[in-house]
């Protein structure tokens, strides 16, 4: 199964989470993307579940010299969640990670100010909470934003992506009270080869695409 983009995706999950509306109640429920690359697909689940649409912002920590290497996230001012196993194989401390989680935290709070234009983070106490990305790879930030999620109290919470790891997928259900996965390929190298378009979204496209899901567009 190949996507022709991250908005055909959110259709396909928005389609099997409807499959599953007797079992879900989502009468209160909140829908929350992982951006940037979450929210064309959030969006698509939003519209169709008529649920309001957020966003919930990570940054992966990468190594040194190689920051698309991720061993760890950060979401808003907690610590950050660190992958134990990559630092001991990278023989990498936390301490000396120190200057690159300051740096993503910065990163993450200009982006919290702009997505969000001063308005509040909405209430996830007692509500169904779908949190969306576009696909797993090692899941750094989604585990990052579901513990983040859940200290706060959810009714349930759900992590929904068009396309994951195999190992990833099963390590967190761990942390979400069920995982939607529609396509688990057994050989998996990155999200990017499961679409046909996974240009990268700009922060542009994500003001733009809340402001249309909040206004009924």
Request: aromatic share 4%; with cysteine; glycine share 10%.
């Amino acid at each position: 199964m190949r996507f022709e983009n991250r908005r055909q995706a959110g259709q396909e999950l928005a389609e099997r989470l409807l499959q599953r509306a007797g079992d879900i109640d989502l009468t209160d429920g909140l829908v929350l993307a992982l951006p940037r690359g979450g929210v064309p697909v959030a969006a698509e689940i939003a519209k169709a579940l008529h649920l309001p649409l957020d966003v919930v912002v990570a940054r992966k920590i990468g190594v040194p010299g190689s920051p698309e290497v991720g061993v760890g996230a950060i979401v808003g001012e907690e610590p950050p969640v660190f992958d134990r196993l990559a630092l001991r194989t990278l023989r990498l401390s936390e301490d000396r990670l120190g200057s690159d989680v300051a740096r993503e935290r910065l990163e993450l709070h200009r982006r919290e100010a702009l997505y969000r234009k001063g308005s509040p983070p909405p209430r996830v106490a007692g509500r169904v909470v779908l949190l969306v990305d576009d696909g797993l790879a090692t899941g750094g930030t989604a585990r990052a934003a579901l513990r983040h999620l859940r200290g706060q109290g959810p009714a349930r919470l759900i992590l929904a992506v068009p396309v994951g790891s195999p190992d990833t997928v099963e390590a967190l259900r761990e942390e979400a009270d069920d995982v939607l996965c529609v396509h688990v390929p057994r050989r998996f190298s990155s999200v990017g080869e499961w679409y046909g378009d996974f240009d990268q979204v700009s922060d542009g496209e994500v003001i733009s695409t809340l402001r249309n899901v909040r206004s009924g567009v």
